[in-house]
């Protein structure tokens, strides 16, 4: 257990970070130059991985077009809609809002693919919803600001998730994770490498200093690499429940990243709708006992 532990933490620390390094990329990267070099930072590490196991024979005879979905939705739209809200709002602000992802994707799932929810997952989802309106502190006027944007932005991020995860769990059950993090990455650095270059064609001339390699290492390498294999570890060693517990940690180690390395505020409306998020969020996918082993029996 306390290799799985350790695991999380670093995990944590790393996600957290995540959100600190696309706020300093942004600036000089722009949207999809950020995009574009943490997946080819990402795949390069997985490239590498897959070499020495001996899986690159593995990528062939896969389905290309769900891959390539999965790929926009999970990777180059919500990354690309993330750089956005990060240049109206802060990282930490950021990191609150993205924990929301488990309550839309049961959301997405009940009314897209015929996912039943129980009275308990309402609720959860209210409080979670609650809890975005108290980040804004409950001002109307902030609806018509920049928090709007950067906050809407994020949450259109999320969104994207919810959706790739149901298209996952649909058409890649029978995919091993490595190559669809692989894939996935190295497609969506195609997409967002194509709107780079119509949009942001000086991106791809970016890394113009040891600060920004140093970035983009810590984004790629560590947060869309090394960090898949730490998850997926947890899935294997745990359970996909501890796993989930991440969710959870992140948004607190990037408020403190965000707080140590770029001064930024962490007020008391961010405290108080991250504790409803979370609170939501655990309403919102609370399983009893009985529930868990059907779901086992089933899996």
Same mark, same amino acid.
């Given at each position: 257990?306390?290799?799985? %532990?350790?695991?999380?933490?670093?995990?944590?620390?790393?996600?957290?970070?995540?959100?600190?390094?696309?706020?300093?990329?942004?600036?000089?990267?722009?949207?999809?130059?950020?995009?574009?070099?943490?997946?080819?930072?990402?795949?390069?590490?997985?490239?590498?991985?897959?070499?020495?196991?001996?899986?690159?024979?593995?990528?062939?005879?896969?389905?290309?077009?769900?891959?390539? #979905?999965?790929?926009?939705?999970?990777?180059?739209?919500?990354?690309?809609?993330?750089?956005?809200?990060?240049? =109206?709002?802060?990282?930490?602000?950021?990191?609150?809002?993205?924990?929301?992802?488990?309550?839309?994707?049961?959301?997405? @799932?009940?009314?897209?693919?015929?996912?039943?929810?129980?009275?308990?997952?309402?609720?959860?989802?209210?409080?979670?919803?609650?809890?975005?309106?108290?980040?804004?502190?409950?001002?109307?006027?902030?609806?018509?600001?920049?928090?709007?944007?950067?906050? @809407?932005?994020?949450?259109?991020?999320?969104?994207? &998730?919810?959706? @790739?995860?149901?298209?996952?769990?649909?058409?890649?059950?029978?995919?091993?994770?490595?190559?669809?993090?692989?894939?996935?990455?190295?497609?969506?650095?195609?997409?967002?490498?194509?709107?780079? #270059?119509? %949009?942001?064609?000086?991106?791809? #001339?970016?890394?113009? /200093?040891?600060?920004?390699?140093? =970035?983009?290492?810590?984004?790629?390498?560590?947060?869309?690499?090394?960090? %898949?294999?730490?998850? &997926?570890?947890?899935?294997? $060693?745990?359970?996909?429940?501890?796993?989930?517990?991440?969710? %959870?940690?992140?948004?607190?180690?990037?408020?403190?990243?965000?707080?140590?390395?770029?001064? $930024?505020?962490?007020?008391?409306?961010?405290?108080?709708?991250?504790? #409803?998020?979370? /609170?939501?969020?655990?309403?919102?996918? &609370?399983?009893?006992?009985?529930?868990?082993?059907?779901?086992?029996?089933?899996?």
């Amino acid at each position: 257990m306390k290799r799985l %532990y350790l695991a999380l933490l670093t995990l944590s620390l790393i996600w957290g970070m995540s959100f600190l390094f696309i706020k300093l990329l942004v600036g000089d990267l722009g949207v999809w130059g950020v995009v574009f070099w943490r997946c080819m930072f990402g795949v390069g590490t997985l490239f590498i991985l897959l070499f020495f196991q001996g899986n690159l024979r593995l990528l062939k005879n896969l389905p290309w077009i769900p891959l390539l #979905l999965i790929a926009i939705l999970n990777n180059a739209l919500p990354w690309a809609l993330i750089a956005v809200s990060e240049m =109206s709002i802060s990282s930490s602000l950021a990191s609150v809002v993205n924990a929301t992802t488990p309550i839309w994707t049961i959301l997405i @799932g009940f009314s897209l693919f015929s996912s039943k929810m129980k009275k308990t997952q309402w609720l959860g989802v209210g409080v979670g919803f609650f809890g975005i309106l108290v980040l804004l502190d409950l001002n109307i006027v902030k609806l018509f600001n920049n928090s709007l944007m950067g906050v @809407g932005t994020m949450l259109g991020a999320t969104i994207c &998730y919810g959706f @790739g995860a149901h298209l996952s769990r649909k058409h890649l059950k029978n995919v091993p994770i490595t190559i669809i993090s692989f894939s996935t990455l190295g497609l969506a650095g195609m997409v967002s490498g194509f709107f780079a #270059l119509i %949009y942001q064609p000086e991106a791809f #001339l970016g890394i113009t /200093s040891i600060s920004t390699l140093f =970035s983009l290492v810590g984004l790629g390498v560590f947060g869309s690499g090394i960090a %898949y294999l730490l998850y &997926y570890y947890m899935v294997k $060693e745990g359970s996909a429940e501890f796993a989930s517990l991440v969710t %959870y940690i992140v948004p607190i180690t990037a408020m403190l990243w965000g707080s140590l390395l770029l001064d $930024e505020h962490i007020s008391l409306s961010m405290l108080i709708g991250l504790v #409803l998020i979370f /609170s939501g969020v655990y309403l919102s996918s &609370y399983q009893t006992k009985k529930q868990k082993l059907a779901n086992k029996i089933v899996a």
